[in-house]
């Protein structure tokens, strides 16, 4: 239990240096400040000093955590520090729900449970930091220190585009979820596709007055039927090929309910 | 029907009784393009001859919607009024609960005599968050929409190339739009056209 509250200055402190690095020099999140959630608490116009202010305030704390001498007051300042990000949460989640956190980097996710868990985690982890001791760090406690940075990485929503995109792109390659179907089959919208770029329908559209009537196919062609007023009109579109200009219409004068 | 479609088939083909207009290949005149009257309806009016909102009731022909602007609609639908729910469907497909917009002619009584009716249509743009087997997990402002592949019926429009029946090019992480059918009270949607700008 010594080692992993030990631990815990550590791995805060890094996140939270990253935290604050991130406010002071990311380009992007200065950018995008006045969509996320801040900017709605503390007004448009402050958001970018605002955002700087918590900046600073992480970073001091990440050195205070990262730089001996441990004291107990490093882990208490922390634990303020995350349940302030807590709350900043709740109210973001509740006053602006489309609206990004802007924790740590600007991406256009609004908060979501992976936020508040992340929250709730470096708290969690803030308040055993209170009771940090000197203690030497062997190998499977550097293990758990890992596992821990590694878990508030997944929990980051700012970084899927490098870990979480890729892997769900690797795994459509390889699973093919939306394999290729059989050629054989042409869905009626690639018809009325090629029809609404024909000579034939331009020309007979403003007679139109209803969408599709009647479908069917018929040696190698596929009638599409509309209502045009009192008559009907009727279409011939090839079912394979895209010449727009092999669209045939006709408009006949027959009640559309004959 | 058979016989319908036979005489309908002939005239598109080969001219018969009845026929108005007609064409070989090509358009047809100008004559038949300058036919429609143009619509009378002022600018920023609502428009009599159209409906929208939620089926609460069907009875014989006529459907009973209530619009999201709680104006209440009876819209009766006849043989020549076309269905679209995900494609052309007949009358018996529409259901209480179903969205939908319909254009038509509004009758002294106040019935919308339909022409057209489009059950559960919905445009929505976003970002494709994942692909899991014949579904795209839609990330619309933050929202899940999880869209189905529905086969024979969906298909994709890479960029200005001609729409295909293969969904296999999307990846994640890209823009689309889903023109599609809401499957009513979830947030999924049943792909008509997903269009893709690459």
């Known amino acids: 239990m010594n080692g992993i509250a030990a631990l815990q200055p550590y791995v805060i402190g890094l996140f939270l240096l990253w935290a604050g690095l991130v406010k002071l020099f990311g380009r992007r999140l200065r950018a995008q400040a006045g969509q996320s959630a801040l900017a709605r608490l503390v007004g448009p116009a402050r958001a970018v000093p605002a955002f700087r202010l918590i900046g600073v305030l992480e970073l001091a704390v990440a050195a205070a955590l990262l730089l001996p001498p441990v004291l107990p007051l490093e882990g208490a300042a922390a634990t303020g520090l995350c349940a302030g990000f807590l709350a900043y949460l709740t109210y973001a989640r509740r006053a602006a729900p489309t609206s990004s956190c802007g924790c740590l980097g600007a991406h256009s996710r609004p908060v979501d449970r992976r936020g508040f868990a992340r929250a709730g985690l470096l708290l969690a982890a803030s308040v055993v930091a209170v009771w940090a001791r000197p203690y030497p760090i062997d190998p499977p406690l550097a293990v758990v220190g890992l596992a821990e940075a590694a878990a508030l990485l997944l929990l980051s929503p700012e970084l899927d585009r490098h870990w979480l995109v890729p892997l769900r792109r690797l795994l459509v390659r390889l699973r093919r979820p939306l394999a290729a179907p059989s050629p054989q089959d042409v869905p009626l919208e690639v018809t009325l596709r090629l029809l609404y770029l024909s000579p034939a329908y331009c020309s007979a559209s403003a007679r139109l007055t209803s969408d599709v009537l009647d479908v069917w196919d018929e040696d190698g062609l596929r009638f599409v039927v509309y209502g045009a007023g009192g008559a009907t009109a009727v279409f011939a579109a090839p079912l394979s090929g895209d010449d727009p200009a092999a669209v045939r219409v006709a408009l006949i004068e027959e009640p559309a309910l004959a | ?198």
């Open chain 2, 1 to 198: 029907m058979t016989s319908r479609r036979q005489v309908l088939k002939s005239a598109v083909l080969g001219g018969g009784a009845g026929v108005l207009a007609a064409t070989a290949l090509g358009s047809l005149g100008p004559e038949a393009a300058f036919g429609a009257a143009a619509p009378g309806v002022a600018p920023g009016a609502p428009d009599p001859d159209f409906a929208e909102g939620r089926i609460r009731s069907v009875k014989d022909n006529t459907l009973f919607v209530l619009g999201s602007n709680m104006v209440f609609h009876r819209i009766r639908v006849v043989d020549g009024t076309s269905l679209w729910k995900l494609g052309p469907v007949a009358f018996d497909q529409a259901k209480p609960g179903d969205g939908l917009y319909a254009r038509g002619v509004r009758m002294p009584d106040g019935v919308l005599a339909a022409e057209s009716v489009w059950l559960n249509i919905v445009n929505v743009k976003g970002h494709v968050r994942n692909i899991t087997s014949e579904k795209l997990h839609l990330d619309h402002n933050g929202q899940e929409i999880l869209c189905h592949r529905v086969a024979g019926k969906s298909v994709a429009v890479y960029s200005d190339a001609p729409p295909s029946a293969d969904l296999s090019l999307l990846r994640v992480g890209q823009h689309v739009q889903v023109l599609g059918a809401w499957r009513p009270d979830t947030n999924q949607v049943d792909i008509a056209t997903v269009f893709s700008p690459h």
